[in-house]
């Protein structure tokens, strides 16, 4: 029996909240694409946001619900907020299907940061706001970039919850790693969610393991404020009081290090009903940032 166009299961295309338009970037040979928000007036800063492994921008403007999108809550606030398909995603997936390094990404998000300011006000310069594997992405591009301002990512450790050989076991269990409970997210998340969603790159897939020992690496090196948040329902990583004092004192060059739980959150947090209260903590510790860096300018 033929199945005609319309009864097979489609796709949700995406789709952005008002105020939010789609934006392409050229670095290092890549077109990157993404999503951008810019206040009325000009920007405090700019807030560069970077997904997760086997997402998409769009994950920062979660559509089921108007207190989910970053974006339109950062505009609101006095911020560009630019929320980048990473290397291997979005429109730059057709030039390396295979992805890249985080290494190779860190060259490229530097780039596309250099790329962006040459064309857009970008306010008091550039903050990261990462999820996941994003934050992995963050903490690699901070410690071989200077002059960014501050960091905040939530959903990445330095220690997973599971070794490698556990992990390959429980490939079954990654939904309930990624998501937590259904109760943390506003009807229609995923059903909306599959617009967001793409392949894992390969070559991005093949670092996942080495994580910790990468973090070892370049932890020393982080010398800006940073703010870590663990999803109270986070799966991937440890996250007990005795870790995270192990995590902090990898980051002693850190001038401002704060970590901490979101309560009734899963890994996603983004998506989930805490997103508001995650998001406004972001920008609060983001105004921080800026006002002592105003303080202490010669």
């Given amino acids: 029996m033929s199945v005609s166009r319309t009864d097979r299961k489609t796709k949700p295309q995406p789709t952005h909240s008002a105020g939010v338009r789609p934006i392409l970037l050229e670095a290092a040979g890549l077109t990157l694409s993404g999503l951008l928000a810019e206040p009325d007036g000009p920007p405090r800063a700019t807030v560069v946001a ?5 997402m998409l921008a769009g994950y920062f403007d979660g559509q089921v619900h ?13 911020f560009t907020v630019l929320a980048l398909d990473r290397p291997g995603y979005g429109r730059s997936a057709r030039q390396i299907p295979a992805g890249m390094t985080l290494g190779e990404q860190s ?9 962006f300011a040459a064309r857009h006000a970008v306010g008091r310069g ?7 594997y994003g934050g992995k992405l ?13 960091l905040d990512a939530s959903g990445v450790g330095h220690r997973f919850s599971a070794g490698p050989a556990g992990r390959r076991l429980r490939r079954n269990l990654d939904w309930e790693r990624n998501w937590g409970p259904l109760s943390l997210y506003p009807a229609g998340t995923f059903r909306a969610a599959e ?5 894992m790159p390969e070559r991005e897939a093949s670092e996942v393991d080495l994580w910790p020992e990468m973090f070892e690496e370049l932890a ?21 009081e005795e870790d995270l004092g192990h995590l902090a004192s990898r980051l002693a060059k850190a001038p401002v290090l704060r970590i901490g739980h979101q309560p ?8 989930g009903l805490a997103a508001r209260s995650y998001h406004l903590s972001a920008f609060a510790f983001f105004e921080e940032c800026l006002q002592s860096a105003a303080e202490t300018r010669p």
């Avoid at 970077?50 to 086997?54: A, I, L, N, P």
């Fill in 126 to 132: 550039f903050l990261l706001l990462a999820h996941s």
């Fill in 66 to 78: 108007p207190d989910l999108s970053l974006l339109t809550l950062g505009a609101r606030l006095g």
């Fill in 220 to 240: 020393p090196r982080i010398d800006i404020p940073l703010r870590l948040t663990f999803a109270e329902h986070e799966g991937w990583w440890v996250h007990g």
């Fill in 264 to 271: 009734r959150a899963g890994h996603n947090i983004s998506l």
């Fill in 195 to 199: 617009a967001l969603v793409a392949p």
């Fill in 138 to 150: 963050a903490l690699t591009t901070v410690a071989d970039t200077p002059g960014l301002l501050a």
């Fill in 50 to 54: 970077v997904h997760g492994g086997g």
């Fill in 107 to 115: 060259a490229v998000l530097s780039a596309a940061l250099d790329a």
